[in-house]
């Protein structure tokens, strides 16, 4: 039983990695300039960076809690600021939270 040739198995991973590149990459919908201001404002809020200064690296379950708690207070503070602007999120239905870390 002979192996295939070197040659032969290359050109069949080159193909296989052409075929990959050429598919196209998901994209999100575009944010318009107060989305983009609301989202800046999140990820700067008071809420967010506080729980920035309670994370103890070295602990994981510790930091996947206080990473948690940061999304979730990120994406309030991200609703509110759309809400004080008269523009609504969209989608309508509440992220799932994952068990255990409250």
Not at 66 to 80: G, H, K, L, P
Not at 92 to 99: F, K, L, N, Y
Request: aromatic share 2%; hydrophobic share 40%.
């Amino acid at each position: 039983m002979r192996a295939a040739p070197l040659p032969l198995a290359a050109g069949a991973l080159l193909l296989l990695a052409g075929c990959a590149a050429r598919t196209p990459a998901p994209t999100a919908a575009p944010q318009t300039a107060a989305e983009a201001e609301c989202r800046q404002e999140a990820r700067n809020s008071p809420a967010v960076r506080d729980l920035a200064r309670r994370m103890v690296i070295g602990i994981q379950a510790q930091m996947d809690r206080v990473q948690e708690e940061q999304r979730i207070a990120e994406s309030q503070a991200y609703t509110d600021c759309l809400r004080r602007r008269g523009l609504s999120r969209g989608g309508g239905v509440e992220p799932v939270r994952r068990p255990g870390l409250f």
